[in-house]
């Protein structure tokens, strides 16, 4: 592939589609903040101090059956991530689904992807373990199925599908890593004691059961491949509405947070920076296009075999990247742009949690970094 045209899913895409940062990579310094270390951190007493769910009418509607009335939480603004008609145009469908554990009164299964591992790029966090926002994830789908627990009492079950084992060698980190981050938020799930209700699988181990899943990959990944050298529309349309997610996920921790500034700020044009980081964005805009075009690939083939239906093929698949036909919901509440393993958790004033870049938190300068059982990176910050 040509260095060029990556210049140009540049101009295209990823000027516009980046999720900007609060404060223009211009400015470099970061700011002291002040640490607070709590030594003896009770997460059961920590989360309920957190602002959760609230000020929502759940109420139970009598005019419609349970099914419906639990297709009703999915559908308010407050949890509901993309279009309505997503949901209102799959009702039959999804009431259907939902009927079936009901007529049999067994706990509701959904299906959700996550829980990759942190990004591996210095600017948006240099924690390798997961942290408030993280925990503010699980809260979020624990607080769901206390909803519906509320008007159908054999209640509802996550299974979290997590894609760190699947795709670590993509973005370019170890396994280990994308293993104990993992690991980690189980701990979050049996300290919570909700393990009955939110329960993580690996996605890695769905593929390696499904032998027609490595086949089917490798076809799609060369075909599409193919199509993207020859300029299809289409193909360069998913591409690059991938691009630019990918091009700041990838691990870039080999560069320093200096280099790192330049590199990504992109309003500094490619003619116009140091060899050296010419040479950096460039090598980041090749891995990114690759990584791109197998992450497109392994989830066309996902969808191809119906991956999530062959593993729990009565359960309701919901999804943090709407479309139609899923629940699309909010992974922390609807302020909450960034997903967790892209930046690092905050506690703001009103006590709710948020996600943002470090970059910005640490230049801006108004949090304090607040430390947990002897971590060398905060577990979060909080707003001053």
Same mark, same amino acid.
């Given at each position: 592939?040509k260095?060029?045209?990556?210049?140009?899913?540049?101009?295209?895409?990823?000027?516009s589609?980046?999720?900007?940062?609060?404060?223009?990579?211009?400015?470099k310094?970061?700011?002291?903040?002040k640490?607070?270390?709590?030594?003896?951190?009770?997460?059961?007493?920590?989360?309920?101090?957190?602002?959760?769910?609230?000020?929502?009418d759940?109420?139970f509607?009598?005019?419609?059956?349970?099914?419906?009335?639990?297709l009703?939480?999915?559908?308010?603004p407050?949890?509901r991530?993309?279009?309505?008609?997503y949901?209102?145009?799959?009702?039959?469908?999804?009431? &259907?689904?939902?009927?079936?554990f009901i *007529?049999?009164? =067994?706990? %509701?299964?959904?299906? #959700?992807? +996550? !829980?990759?591992?942190?990004?591996?790029?210095?600017?948006?966090?240099?924690?390798?373990?997961?942290?408030l926002?993280?925990?503010?994830?699980?809260?979020?789908?624990?607080?769901?199925?206390?909803?519906i627990?509320?008007?159908?009492?054999?209640?509802?079950?996550?299974?979290?599908?997590?894609?760190?084992v699947v795709?670590?060698?993509f973005?370019?980190?170890?396994?280990?890593?994308?293993?104990?981050?993992?690991?980690?938020?189980?701990?979050?799930?049996?300290?919570?004691?909700?393990?009955?209700t939110?329960?993580?699988?690996?996605l890695?181990?769905?593929?390696?059961v499904?032998?027609e899943?490595r086949?089917?990959?490798?076809e799609?990944l060369? &075909?599409?491949?193919?199509?993207f050298? *020859?300029?299809? =529309?289409? %193909?360069?349309?998913? #591409?690059e +509405? !991938?691009?630019?997610?990918l091009f700041?996920?990838?691990?870039?921790?080999?560069?320093?947070?200096?280099?790192?500034?330049d590199?990504?700020?992109?309003?500094?044009?490619?003619?116009?920076?140091?060899?050296?980081?010419?040479?950096?964005?460039?090598?980041?805009?090749?891995?990114?296009?690759?990584?791109?075009?197998?992450?497109?690939?392994?989830?066309?083939?996902?969808y191809?075999i119906?991956?999530?239906?062959?593993?729990?093929?009565?359960?309701?698949?919901?999804?943090?990247t709407?479309?139609?036909?899923?629940?699309?919901i909010?992974?922390?509440?609807?302020?909450?742009?960034?997903?967790?393993?892209?930046?690092?958790?905050?506690?703001?004033? &009103?006590?709710?949690?948020t996600?943002?870049?470090?970059?910005?938190?640490?230049?801006?300068?108004n949090?304090?970094?607040?430390d947990?059982l002897?971590?060398?990176?905060?577990?979060?910050?909080?707003?001053?």
């Amino acid at each position: 592939m040509k260095i060029n045209y990556f210049n140009k899913l540049l101009v295209h895409s990823l000027i516009s589609s980046i999720q900007p940062f609060e404060v223009g990579l211009e400015q470099k310094k970061y700011k002291t903040l002040k640490k607070i270390r709590i030594s003896d951190f009770q997460l059961k007493e920590f989360v309920k101090k957190i602002q959760r769910i609230s000020d929502v009418d759940f109420r139970f509607d009598k005019n419609l059956d349970i099914a419906s009335n639990i297709l009703r939480i999915f559908q308010n603004p407050e949890i509901r991530a993309g279009k309505i008609k997503y949901i209102k145009n799959f009702r039959k469908t999804l009431t &259907e689904r939902i009927d079936y554990f009901i *007529k049999k009164r =067994k706990s %509701i299964e959904f299906t #959700i992807l +996550g !829980l990759p591992f942190k990004s591996p790029n210095l600017l948006k966090t240099t924690r390798r373990k997961p942290d408030l926002g993280e925990l503010g994830f699980i809260l979020r789908l624990f607080d769901i199925t206390q909803l519906i627990y509320s008007i159908y009492k054999p209640g509802a079950k996550f299974i979290i599908l997590t894609e760190g084992v699947v795709f670590h060698n993509f973005f370019g980190i170890s396994k280990r890593e994308a293993v104990n981050y993992c690991n980690y938020v189980n701990e979050f799930i049996k300290e919570l004691g909700i393990t009955d209700t939110i329960r993580l699988h690996d996605l890695a181990k769905i593929t390696t059961v499904l032998p027609e899943f490595r086949k089917k990959y490798k076809e799609n990944l060369r &075909e599409i491949s193919k199509k993207f050298n *020859k300029g299809n =529309k289409i %193909i360069r349309e998913k #591409i690059e +509405g !991938l691009f630019p997610t990918l091009f700041t996920s990838i691990n870039s921790r080999a560069h320093s947070l200096e280099d790192l500034f330049d590199v990504y700020n992109l309003n500094i044009k490619d003619k116009e920076l140091p060899a050296k980081f010419r040479k950096i964005r460039n090598d980041l805009y090749k891995t990114a296009i690759e990584t791109d075009l197998k992450y497109y690939a392994f989830h066309k083939t996902r969808y191809d075999i119906n991956l999530e239906e062959k593993f729990l093929p009565r359960a309701i698949r919901c999804t943090l990247t709407p479309k139609p036909g899923s629940l699309g919901i909010f992974a922390i509440n609807k302020e909450t742009e960034l997903l967790p393993h892209h930046g690092v958790g905050i506690l703001t004033k &009103e006590k709710k949690i948020t996600v943002k870049y470090e970059a910005d938190i640490r230049r801006k300068g108004n949090y304090r970094a607040v430390d947990i059982l002897n971590e060398r990176t905060p577990f979060y910050y909080e707003e001053n």
